[in-house]
């Protein structure tokens, strides 16, 4: 039976057939839905894991325990999972582990368009990379196999286009795998300088050996033309978009596996056509490959390393003529912005208002940096804003301790800021936290986190208290608002900044788009009261707009949340809707 599927969802597929028992993650665009499908097979132990590196280890305690296993997590967080996939390199694994990883060209929802690609390279671990949803399913079963065979973890990378595009995908039935033999074996398992100093010599002959492999994989695959003219090298997505451009014209050397690559295989394409270019997004991985093996060829002389690829990027470098293909739109820009009712509009509205340097972090409150609030000075990573708060603080000293928060989510507070908070009570620093609470890892699209009672699959757990959490690390001054009451999160916020030593605000409201939250009615603005002062576009509530320069609410979009009718010094903004 065939079905049309989402990359994500077929990676989940591939997953459940190849009998994988246990996959853990933390949510990130866009590799997101492969657990959110993954945990709709009741054969797969699914969870969010506070952060990736964790999901990396439990994967890898599933695989020891001789179950085959899986974590995803996408291009940023295999940064922070970058410290155990180095030593499972070294260890190797028990029973197969897959760790997929999704890339995002073009920063459709990301703070950088790293190329992981040099993570397998470094780590020296192989990677798969599919074109289409149905090679993430057969690749993902791949993958396993490859894991026992060269007992080592696996990586499959997607990028955001196959990750969320569709195509039909082939449903087989699952092959169960008993579980693996668990044998104590410190040598291989203990990665001590004495027994890591013997296991890098066995990761450079696995190399070897997964090298040779690629030689003859029905991975790698060569498609020549009757015309041998053009030979491209090229894998995952931008092969989709060679075909579309080019059909059976031009000869191709598709490459599904990317780490290693082989030799032998590359220089029989390359000996075969007349001229060589190699088309991949991001950083030169493959052509520096096929340079240093002494072979002429093209490529980022033609492409380029920033962003996302297309049938017209492709087609315009080659001389492709263009009249076949759909037209680049050219759409009018559509920034993000906080929805209609978030809770952190209230709370950077404030920020705002008293001109703090506010140090942010990841998460839809991200958006406090857009206009008209414009209240965030940095973001760099998860969980930076309470490391930097604290460095920002201890080099300026009273001259910001007394002007300067830190922002964090709650699922990003336990993702990575935890640590952050540690060291800001370890070392006594005059620093105030704001922990904005949504009770939901919202940016992702409402996964459950540690914090709000919930597993995966919606099944009650411990609720991690905040309140609690945070004064056992220490820090006693710990105030809860409300950021739809302005004055109270207002005189709050002012009283702990002004406080001379380490102190956490949590600004708690659930998410407007939660189905469990009831809103108000929608407030409507009146007419005869209103001075057309604009005090109420100052909270950049989508629901808001000016009409020959007044302000009319969208009764449509308003949920009541009343933020904007505390602005109002007039009366102007009251509750419900006019006939």
Known sequence: MNKLMLGNEAVARGLYE?????????????STEITEEAVKYKEIYCEWAPNEKVATEAAFGASLAGGRSACAMKHVGLNVAADPLFTI????????MVICVADDPGMHSSQNEQDSRHYAIASKIPMLEPADAREA?????????????????VLLRTCTRIAHSQCTVEMEEREEHELKEYVKAPQKYIMAPANAI??????????AKLTAYAETSPLNRIEYAEDKALGIITSGTCYEYVKEVFGDSVSVLKLGMINPLPVELIKTFAKNVERLVVI????????????????????????????EFSQTTIAKALGAPLQDHIPELQLPGRPPVMCAGCPHRGLFYTLSKNKYTVIGDIGCYT??????????????????SVSGVHGFNKVRGAESEHKTVAVIGDSTFMHSGMTGLANIAYNGSNSTVIIVDNSITGMTGHQNNPTNGKRINGDPATAIDLVALVKAMGIDHVEVVDPYDLKQTEAVIKAEVAYDGPSVVISRRPCALLKTVKHAPALHVDSDKCKKCKMCMKIGCPAISLHDGAPVIDATQCTGCGVCSQLCNFGAITGGSKE
Do not use: W
């Not at 993902?140 to 973890?153: H, Y």
């Not at 958006?367 to 930076?384: E, H, I, K, R």
């Open 18 to 30: 190849a009998g994988c028992k246990l996959v853990s993650a933390y949510p990130g665009t866009p």
């Open 89 to 96: 390199s070294y260890t190797g694994v028990n029973a197969g």
């Open 137 to 153: 399913k057969e690749f993902a079963k791949i993958a396993f196999d490859i894991s026992e065979e060269f007992d080592t973890a």
């Open 198 to 207: 013997r296991k890098h010599p066995v990761v450079e002959e696995r190399t």
């Open 280 to 307: 991949e997004e991001l950083d030169p991985v493959i052509e520096t490959h096929v340079k240093g093996l002494g072979i002429t060829c093209e490529g980022k002389n033609l492409f380029p390393v920033i962003g």
């Open 367 to 384: 958006l406090g940096s857009a206009q008209p609030l414009n209240a965030v000075d940095m973001v760099l990573c998860m969980g930076a």
